[in-house]
T-cell receptor
Framework: KQEVTQIPAALSVPEGENLVLNCSFT??????LQWFRQDPGKGLTSLLL?????REQTSGRLNASLDKSSGRSTLYIAASQPGDSATYLC???????????FGTGTRLKVLA | DTAVSQTPKYLVTQMGNDKSIKCEQN?????MYWYKQDSKKFLKIMFS???????INETVPNRFSPKSPDKAHLNLHINSLELGDSAVYFC??????????????FGAGSRLTVL
C-alpha cells in the first residue's frame, strides 16, 4: 500500500531564500511523481511531473528530483517570493494503477 | 476557457438531502477522477472513469454514485447527505493514464457543507 509523507508540514521563510520541500513514499514501483501547488480556496495546479526514468525536472525557479530507490523526491524553490506562498503537494500512483496517493502537503509562507 | 469546470462551486444543504456535482473537461482527456479533500486538507481519491468505464472505485459509501455520460463529463450524485460528507470535492482529468507522462489537471473544487 502506497503511503506518502511530506515534511515539513509548514514552513515560513523570508523572501529570497532558497528552500527544499521533501516527499517520501513507501512503494518505489511508480511510473511518475507529480508536484502540485494549492492556493487557499482553489484547486490544484500541476507544477512538475517526473517520470520514473528521469532524475529531475526543472521549470523556472523550481527543480524537482526523484530517487526511486530511496523513495524520495525533493522540490527545490530558488529565490523564494511572497507569491510562492501556498500549499505544495506531491502525488504518486499506487503500483500498477491510475490511483494517485497524495501527501498531506507542506504549507509555505514567504514573508516580504 | 476553463479546462476542468465544476458546478456548483459552493453547495449548502441539510442532512438527508440528495445533491449532485457536475464536472466537464474540454481537454480531450480520456480519464476523469473525483477526489475528496477533508477539513484537514487531506486529498483522497474516490472514483475514476476511463472513457466512460469505471476503473477506480475506492471504499466509499454507496450513497455516492458517479456517472459518466461521455468521456468529457463526470458527475457525482450523493444521496442522504450526512454531516461527514462536508468537504471540498475536486474533479480532475488526465490523458495517458497509466503512463509516465500522465499529468492530472484539476478543477477549482466544489465546497459542500451539510448542516
Amino acid at each position: 500500500k502506497q503511503e506518502v509523507t511530506q515534511i515539513p508540514a509548514a514552513l515560513s521563510v523570508p523572501e529570497g531564500e532558497n528552500l527544499v520541500l521533501n516527499c517520501s513514499f513507501t512503494d518505489s514501483a511508480i511510473y511518475n511523481l507529480q508536484w502540485f501547488r494549492q492556493d487557499p480556496g482553489k484547486g490544484l495546479t500541476s507544477l512538475l511531473l517526473i517520470q520514473s526514468s528521469q532524475r529531475e525536472q526543472t521549470s523556472g525557479r523550481l527543480n524537482a528530483s526523484l530517487d526511486k530507490s530511496s523513495g524520495r523526491s525533493t522540490l527545490y524553490i530558488a529565490a523564494s517570493q511572497p507569491g510562492d506562498s501556498a500549499t505544495y503537494l506531491c502525488a504518486v500512483p499506487t503500483s500498477g494503477t491510475y490511483k494517485y496517493i497524495f501527501g498531506t502537503g507542506t504549507r509555505l509562507k514567504v514573508l516580504a | 476557457d476553463t479546462a476542468v469546470s465544476q458546478t456548483p462551486k459552493y453547495l449548502v444543504t441539510q442532512m438527508g438531502n440528495d445533491k449532485s456535482i457536475k464536472c466537464e473537461q474540454n481537454l480531450g482527456h480520456d480519464t476523469m477522477y473525483w477526489y475528496k479533500q477533508d477539513s484537514k486538507k487531506f486529498l483522497k481519491i474516490m472514483f475514476s472513469y476511463n472513457n466512460k468505464e469505471l476503473i477506480i472505485n475506492e471504499t466509499v459509501p454507496n450513497r455516492f454514485s458517479p456517472k459518466s455520460p461521455d468521456k468529457a463529463h463526470l458527475n457525482l450524485h450523493i444521496n442522504s447527505l450526512e454531516l461527514g460528507d462536508s468537504a471540498v470535492y475536486f474533479c480532475a482529468s488526465s490523458q495517458l493514464a497509466g503512463s509516465g507522462a500522465n499529468v492530472l489537471t484539476f478543477g477549482a473544487g466544489s465546497r459542500l457543507t451539510v448542516l
